[in-house]
């Protein structure tokens, strides 16, 4: 019942949409595919679904070529980014159409639906057309079409993409119930959000320029990212990803002393690394790596300072507003436990381990 | 920045366009109901008091002594252009369908190319094409039968309805045929659940524009039919004889419009409320 792609290839104008990409999506997880747009996450969903021939590589399904399988006989269902419904037919019939395809009898449609409307709130809405529904439940319909099908595979591609911040945040959490019992369906769901991706995946991949740098369970993923790219994907604000030196017991970034040489870095021979941090583990201090305050974003709970140190941003977020003035130059306090150290190719050497806290505290 | 008398301009000119266009009309509707008298007593317009109403005119045109019968004629233009019409409809779609998703290419042709082509047998004067046409019903024996009249109508009516539906289809988001196509529908069941349903404005413009095209060629009927088969418009043009009746003719032209009237106030409906936008851009 898994479906497999081996090294799938896409190049359109010179561009990789699909670079080697690889992948096992196995029945009844959730795969959120986690990267920034562009990355080749639709591209990816659209081979799937067979909307999208590609130059080479494989994709089976139960051991049968499924690039062979034409689109109808996929057994696939899609929701868009864009509320995709059958503008003629009212809420009721874009949930049914699918199911009259598959020639179903009438009264199993009848409960399908109805029981589909009521899974995504729509129970009231049966005789709307698509036109009179606002977004988010323009957005609940596909949604409702897509899962009365029982299809065996499920793709979401940036479903909430479109909708605003609180519409999103209530999809969401509504969307962690919907997907928990998901049988022998595999689901595959895209996001540029890592929020989304940590809050909905059992797997996540990380997708970069048409390649999947990453996959792992959300945890693995976030605390062990692969690369510098991945880490800065997966968090958002992105993690901050500077050139230091380790040397003589310091951390030297931009010619400035920056912390001393956390324990779980304390193996890691002299030399220059690239490292990573997360806003929340730089602090404004009274020492530290000097740079000029380029952006502060308030938020209000939070306010998000951005710093740069010669040429390397820096993004620094604290709790509460602080009276931060453009152009004013600030000493960072870099939390020297939360390094994460990769190689000069970005490649990860050592990470943070969380239980090592307590031991730096000390 | 618009003066006062803005209003009063825009109504002076909608006023003068409404007399040019309905003018003819109303001369048409007044001559059909004078005789002789009527006609040759210089202009005249209101009737009862500048002449003596007379329905001579239509009566003419219904079988009445000295005049013609309309009523074939008008049969024969009514079966070729709504024939014709739906044929252009039908096939007009499937190829525009076919024009708009798939990606043709044939050396240096392509789908720009072809959509081109349809429509450039509308740019060539009729005149190039009617020898031709000519010919070939000649050779299949389809000369002077309805059926020949059809088929050369479909050939004038085709273009524009392929036309007019690629554009439209253009407009209609393709995810649409993709999510039909994921939802169990092969190719062909795509475009008529999925597809067709929600083309309805755009097949309204391309079904008006076919039946006013057809219903309005004179040239080649009156080259390709003579005695067994005629036309409204060419029974209409027969009575232009060396002292034309005039109401007869007026009483005959008015009821060869009327269709095309009644039409249009139907689809108006579409097109005042914006319906169409989108349809023809």
């Not at chain 1, 399904?61 to 419904?85: C, E, H, S």
Request: with cysteine; net charge neutral; proline share 5%.
């Amino acid at each position: 019942m898994n479906l497999s792609a081996t090294d799938l290839c896409l190049t359109v104008d010179g561009v990789d949409h699909l670079k080697d990409v690889s992948a096992t999506f196995v029945p009844g997880r959730l795969h959120a595919v986690i990267g920034r747009t562009m990355a080749g996450k639709t591209t990816l969903l659209r081979v799937l679904a067979g909307l999208q021939g590609v130059d080479s590589g494989a994709l089976t399904r139960q051991g049968a070529d499924f690039l062979k399988t034409p689109v109808w006989r996929r057994d696939t269902a899609m929701v868009y980014q864009q509320f995709i419904n059958y503008p003629h037919l009212d809420v009721f019939d874009n949930v049914a159409f699918p199911l009259k395809r598959a020639g179903l009898a009438r009264d199993e449609i009848r409960r399908r639906v109805t029981d589909s409307l009521a899974r995504v709130g729509l129970a009231d809405f049966e005789r709307r057309k698509p036109s009179q529904l606002s977004g988010g439940q323009q957005q609940r319909v596909a949604l409702a079409r897509a899962l009365a099908r029982g299809t065996g595979i499920l793709l979401l591609d940036e479903p909430l993409a479109n909708l605003d911040y609180k519409l999103r945040e209530q999809l969401r959490d509504e969307f962690r119930t919907l997907f928990s019992d998901q049988g022998d369906t595999v689901v595959i769901y895209t996001t540029t959000e890592p929020a989304e991706a940590m809050m909905l995946g059992d797997v996540v991949l990380v997708m970069h320029e048409g390649r999947i740098l990453q996959t792992g369970s959300p945890q693995e993923v976030f605390e062990r990212p692969a690369t510098t790219t991945v880490a800065s994907i997966i968090n958002d604000p992105p993690m901050n990803i500077f050139t230091g030196r380790i040397g003589s017991g310091q951390v030297t970034v931009a010619g400035f002393q920056a912390t001393h040489v956390s324990a779980h870095l304390a193996d890691l021979p002299d030399g220059t690394y690239r490292f990573g941090l997360r806003a929340t583990d730089v602090g404004l201090a009274s020492a530290g790596v000097e740079g000029e305050v380029t952006f502060v974003e308030i938020s209000g709970s939070e306010t998000f300072v951005h710093v740069a140190v010669g040429e390397t941003p820096f993004v620094v977020q604290i709790e509460g507003i602080h009276d931060v003035a453009l152009g004013d130059l600030v000493k960072l306090r870099l939390r020297p436990e939360r390094l994460f150290a990769f190689d000069e190719e970005g490649t990860l050497q050592r990470t943070p381990s969380y239980d090592l806290t307590s031991v730096e505290g000390r | 920045m618009r003066s006062r008398l803005y209003p009063v301009f825009k109504y002076t000119m909608i006023a003068l366009w409404a007399c040019f266009v309905a003018g003819p009309f109303f001369w048409a509707m007044t001559t059909s109901f004078k005789d002789v008298n009527g006609v040759q007593g210089g202009a005249t317009y209101l009737p009862w008091l500048q002449y003596e109403p007379t329905v001579v005119g239509w009566r003419n045109i219904f079988g009445g002594a000295g005049g013609v019968d309309v009523m074939r004629p008008f049969f024969n233009s009514a079966v070729v252009t709504v024939a014709a019409s739906a044929v252009s409809l039908v096939l007009g779609s499937l190829a525009a369908y076919a024009l708009s998703r798939y990606r043709f290419k044939l050396g240096f042709i392509k789908n720009s190319d072809i959509v081109f082509f349809f429509v450039s047998q509308r740019i060539m004067p009729p005149v190039v094409l009617v020898i031709p046409f000519f010919y070939l019903l000649q050779w299949t024996g389809l000369l002077d039968t309805v059926l020949g009249l059809v088929i050369v109508t479909v050939a004038l009516l085709l273009p524009i309805a392929v036309w007019v539906m690629v554009d439209f289809f253009n407009g209609i988001p393709r995810e649409i045929d993709e999510m039909a196509m994921l939802d169990g529908c092969g190719p062909f069941q795509t475009f008529v659940r999925a597809i067709l349903p929600n083309s309805l404005p755009g097949l309204t413009v391309a079904a008006m524009f076919c039946v006013v095209f057809g219903w309005n060629d004179f040239f080649f009927a009156f080259r390709l039919t003579f005695t067994e088969v005629q036309t409204l418009p060419q029974a209409v043009v027969a009575l232009n004889s060396s002292i034309p009746p005039w109401w007869t003719l007026s009483a005959a032209a008015l009821f060869g419009v009327a269709p095309l009237i009644l039409l249009a106030l139907r689809v108006e409906r579409y097109l005042s409320k914006g319906n169409l936008s989108g349809a023809v851009r």
